[in-house]
């Protein structure tokens, strides 16, 4: 989930000014217009296996991820089918993702966990999820957002870069901007905004070089050293230069 920013550049190290809660909401009308349902681009086929596939995602690309898993998921459904597939199987699976060997030990003794103590179900509860081996803060948010529809943020590289160069949520680390994000996000925009932030971050305000001209909310954004070019600003095309 974060390698592919990791390899842009380094993370945002300056904050931008705090943006006006009214150009936070106009931000998220323009994000939501633009995409009105936004999903996770991890591939996965129950709540398992997101689960699963978040874990394997740290440091990791969700392309990456997805051609990992493919086949996987393919045979295994449930935390029980990970057991029988045993660490050994997994890592055959997974050699070709960042930290495969750490990971198959994780999602190996989280799946014990899982059927052990959860009846082979995944928790809905913040605290169950973050006592799993390998489930950090991020996981269990986007487990808790994606599977059963909580407002939560999981702040990735992307979320953390969006939110101190738009001057969106500025914060020092992922979890001041998580904090930030949920004071300033209208409620109404809470389900969605950890989507659109991603793939905000990941096709738009890119690392090492965001692309103001492409961006919708670029005469919203409070970064000054923005890519000039022909930007489009709420659906009118103009330029990017001293915005």
């Known amino acids: 989930m974060d390698a592919a ?3 842009q550049g380094p993370p945002e190290r300056l904050s931008s000014p705090p943006m006006k809660r009214a150009d936070v909401e106009e931000f998220f009308r323009r994000l939501s217009a633009a995409d009105p349902a936004p999903e996770t681009e991890l591939a996965y086929g129950n709540v398992y296996q997101l689960l699963v596939a978040v874990v394997l995602s740290a440091q990791a690309t969700d392309i990456g991820v997805n051609k990992a898993t493919r086949l996987l998921f393919q045979q295994v459904f449930t935390p029980a089918d990970m057991l029988e597939l045993g660490e050994e ?7 070709t993702i960042g930290l495969f060997n750490a990971k198959a030990k994780n999602v190996i003794a989280l799946s014990r966990i899982l059927v052990e103590q959860h009846g082979g179900e995944v928790p ?3 605290a169950a999820l973050e006592a799993l081996p ?4 991020k996981t269990a948010n986007v487990v808790l957002n994606v599977a059963f529809g909580e407002p939560t943020i999981a702040v990735d590289t992307h979320i953390f870069r969006v939110g101190n160069r738009t001057g969106l949520a500025p ?9 930030g994000l949920e004071r300033k996000v209208p409620k109404h925009y809470r389900l969605h905004a950890h989507h659109w932030l991603i793939l905000h971050g990941r096709y738009v305000c890119k690392a090492r070089k965001p692309d103001c001209p492409a961006c919708i909310v670029a005469d919203l954004c409070r970064y000054k050293d923005k890519t000039p070019g022909v930007a489009v600003t709420g659906g009118v095309v103009g330029t990017s230069d001293g915005i």
Do not use: F, Q
């Open 124 to 126: 809905r509860d913040r």
């Open 5 to 7: 920013a990791a390899s």
């Open 134 to 137: 390998g489930v950090g803060r």
């Open 171 to 179: 914060g020092k680390t992922p979890l001041d901007v998580e904090r």
């Open 89 to 95: 199987g997994l890592r055959g699976h997974i050699k």
